[in-house]
C-alpha cells in the first residue's frame, strides 16, 4: 500500500502501540503539512523511518521541466508497474492549479487528445491521483496551490471509484476547497448521474468539442453510447439536482468544429444549460492531422456565441513548447528513445 492509499482507520491500526497523539501527527504531517515522512521532526526518527518503508510513495519523478518564465510546469511520474502519467501546475496573478490525471492511458479514443491515441492501461488509485495533488504543493513552495482540475491523462468518471474518494481526500484532508475542485468527462453519462448524488459542491467540466452528433460520433467516440441528447439529459438532472453551473470545453480545431454554423449549434446546446463555454487553443498533437483554429477565429468564435447570448471565454494556452498537453510529454518519453535505439 502506498503512503496515500492508507485510510485514517488503517494507519491508526499501522500505530498501534504508538501513543494515540502519533496518529494526528502522522497523519496531518503528510496530508495538511505535505511533508515527507522523514521530515515529521516531532515524531521519533525510528518511527520516521518505519513509515517511510511501509508507505513508500506511488510516484517516481521521470521529468519535470517548465515554460511560460516557470509559471508552467510539467510533470512525468512513473509508477510502481512502470506505467506513466503526467500532472501540470499552473501559477496564474489569482491563483495556482494543478492538472491531474486519473488513469494511465485513456479508452475514450478521442481523436485530437494525445493520450485517447495511445490507449488504455489502467485506472490510478486514490492515492496515486492524490499524491499528484501533494506533489504539485511540494513542488509550488511560494504559491498556494488553490485550484484542482481533473483534465490529465484519463476519464475521471470512467474511474468514479476511486476518483470520488481522492476528491474527498483533497477537500478535507489536504485542505483545497469543493468549489476550487473541478472535474472533467468526455462525456460518460453514468459517472455524471452519480456525481450528482454527491454532497461536495464541485464543478462539472464537459469536454464537448461538437455539438452535432455527427461530427461528435467521430471525434469523441463516447457520443455513439451516449449522443447528445442523452448528455444533455443528464446534465438538465445535474444541474436541477447541484443547482451548479456547467462548463461547456471546446477546443478550436482548425476548419472542424470553429464554423459560425458550429458556434450556432453550440450555443443551442448550451443555452438550455445556462452553461459557460471555454474555447481552448488546441495544443497540436502527433496522431491528429487537424491544426489548431487561429487567434482571429477563436475571438471571432467568441463574439459570436456571445451575440446568441452565451458567455464564453478564451482560455490561455499554455506550455505548447513543453508537450503540456494530457499526454503528449509520456508520448514523447515513449517514442524518442526508441528512436535513439534505431540510429
Partial sequence: MTRYD??????????????????????????G?????EDLTNVPKELRSAIRDLLPAALTPIRNISSDG????????????????ESVLMHYKDRSTVCISSQAGCAMACSFCATGQMGFD??????EIVEQVVRAVQQSQTKRVSNV????????????????????????DLGIGARKITVSTVGVVPGIQRLSLETLPVNL??????????????????????????????????RRAKNRRVSLEWAMIDSLNDSQGAAQELAAFARPLGAHINLIPLNPTPGFEGGG?????????????ESFGINATIRSNRGTDIDAACGQLRAEHIIRPSKRRKA
Fill in 6 to 31: 492508507i485510510s485514517r482507520s488503517q494507519l491508526a491500526e499501522l500505530l498501534e502501540g504508538e501513543p494515540k497523539y502519533r496518529l494526528d501527527q502522522i497523519w496531518h504531517g503528510i496530508h
Fill in 33 to 37: 503539512q505535505f511533508r515527507e515522512p
Fill in 70 to 85: 516557470e509559471t508552467t510546469v510539467k510533470q512525468l511520474w512513473q509508477l510502481h508497474d512502470g506505467h506513466l502519467v
Fill in 122 to 127: 489502467r485506472h490510478l488509485s486514490t492515492g
Fill in 149 to 172: 482540475v481533473f483534465m490529465g491523462m484519463g476519464e475521471p468518471l470512467a474511474n468514479f471509484d476511486n476518483v470520488w474518494p481522492a476528491v474527498r481526500r483533497i477537500n478535507s
Fill in 205 to 238: 467540466a464537459v469536454s464537448l468539442h461538437a455539438a452535432n452528433d455527427k461530427l461528435r460520433n467521430q471525434i469523441a467516440p463516447i457520443n455513439r453510447t451516449y449522443p447528445l441528447r442523452k448528455l444533455a439529459e443528464s446534465l438538465q438532472a445535474y
Fill in 293 to 305: 483554429s487561429s487567434p482571429a477565429r477563436i475571438a471571432e468564435f467568441q463574439e459570436q456565441l
